[in-house]
């Protein structure tokens, strides 16, 4: 039993720190491949399209050679769950462009709470106040870091608000489908993966020109251009299974807590690799930050722990359909036990 706990706890960091490191690295790849000082791709929503392209040729040839299983999961929920992804991807894309990086970051910030409160309309489901508290405290500690200024206007809201709500749907979505289903996090991907990118691959190029005014036609591929698109391809296999892996093994509140790490992770490699600015007030809100992750990291196990106290005693009295059915199998054997001494007879 400890044994199992102990590889549980190892393949839950594992899954973490794949996330973690898949997502700051990639994040560092395409400001190389997406920045004026790099390669000037400026087509995001059209590389997120060769991202689940790759992802999707990874899941192809896992399943032709007995890597995984492919399960059936009715194309309507795959369907419905890729439109709402696809919403979240473009809808990120068009707050960035309307809105200010000030408030666009608070909109990011904004999707601890809806998450939390979709999953108490979706699923009941309730907080502890250590882990409300934490949540606050990490939603602080991540504003004081990134957000600067904050300028709104009305198309800029609305896709905001499109953004953030259908984002925390397809993330408390990865979760009941692994559950609804009984199917790993790398055979759901490989199933949503194909349908995202062949929608993105054909809207892609159209809401990039629509947020850039570039067409990817007329774009020069040079040789360290495609080298960084494949990196960031590869990558992204990594960053999109481990994404499913967390929900799937944690939540859709711990992946958000879980997503401030990385944007400390990713202010700290700014400043260490590409020279940004790292005042004192983004420190300071970095500890903050950290600290509210510790918190809820302990308000987590502590509910945990708090929930396994409770689960034996419940157990001390059968319920009435375990004693009826109880009851049923005595009849059963008491049957049986007479016909056979009428045989012996």
């Known amino acids: 039993m400890e044994g199992e706990k102990k ?10 720190a794949m996330n973690v490191i898949s997502s700051v690295g990639i994040i560092m790849a395409n ?20 991202h689940f392209a790759v992802t999707a040729l990874v899941g192809m040839i896992s399943n032709a050679t007995g890597l995984s299983a492919a399960k059936h999961v009715p194309f309507w929920e795959l369907l419905w769950f890729s439109i709402v992804a696809n919403m979240s991807i473009a809808g990120m894309n068009f707050s960035l462009m309307l809105n200010s990086v000030g408030f666009y970051q608070i909109s990011k910030l904004s999707m601890i709470p809806v998450v939390c409160v979709m999953e108490w309309i979706l699923h009941s489901k309730k ?5 409300k508290m934490s949540v606050v405290v990490v939603v602080i500690g991540v504003g004081v870091c990134t957000v600067t200024d904050v300028k709104v206007n009305a198309k800029g809201f609305i896709c905001a608000c499109i953004a953030v709500l259908s984002t925390s749907f397809q993330q408390i979505s990865i ?13 759901l991907l490989s199933r949503t993966a194909p349908i995202q990118a062949g929608s993105l691959l054909v809207l892609g190029p159209i ?19 495609i080298l960084f698109i494949l990196l960031s ?7 999109n299974v481990s994404q499913y892996l967390c929900i799937g093994r944690f939540s859709a509140v711990s992946f958000q807590v879980l997503g401030h790490m990385k944007t400390v992770c990713v202010l700290t490699l700014g400043w260490l690799l590409f020279d940004s600015e790292l005042t004192f007030k983004n420190i300071m809100g970095m500890v903050v930050a950290v600290v509210g992750m510790i918190i809820y990291s302990w308000a ?25 059915l109880l009851k049923e199998g005595m009849e059963i054997t008491v049957l049986k036990d007479a016909e056979l001494g009428e045989s012996k007879a």
């Open 207 to 225: 809401i990039d020109y629509y947020l850039s005014g570039k067409l990817i036609l007329d774009y020069q591929f040079g040789s360290g251009a």
């Open 175 to 187: 979760g009941s489908l692994q559950k609804k289903y009984s199917i790993g996090s790398f055979e």
């Open 300 to 324: 987590v196990e502590a509910e945990k722990q708090g929930n396994s106290k409770i689960i034996p005693h419940a157990k001390h009295s059968l319920t009435e359909e375990e004693f009826r």
């Open 31 to 50: 400001k190389q491949l997406m920045s004026s000082g790099g390669y000037a791709f400026s087509f995001a929503t059209t590389l997120t399209g060769f």
């Open 233 to 239: 391809c590869s990558l992204a296999v990594f960053c």
């Open 7 to 16: 590889s549980s706890a190892v393949s839950d960091v594992g899954a973490w």
């Open 127 to 131: 907080y502890t106040n250590e882990v």
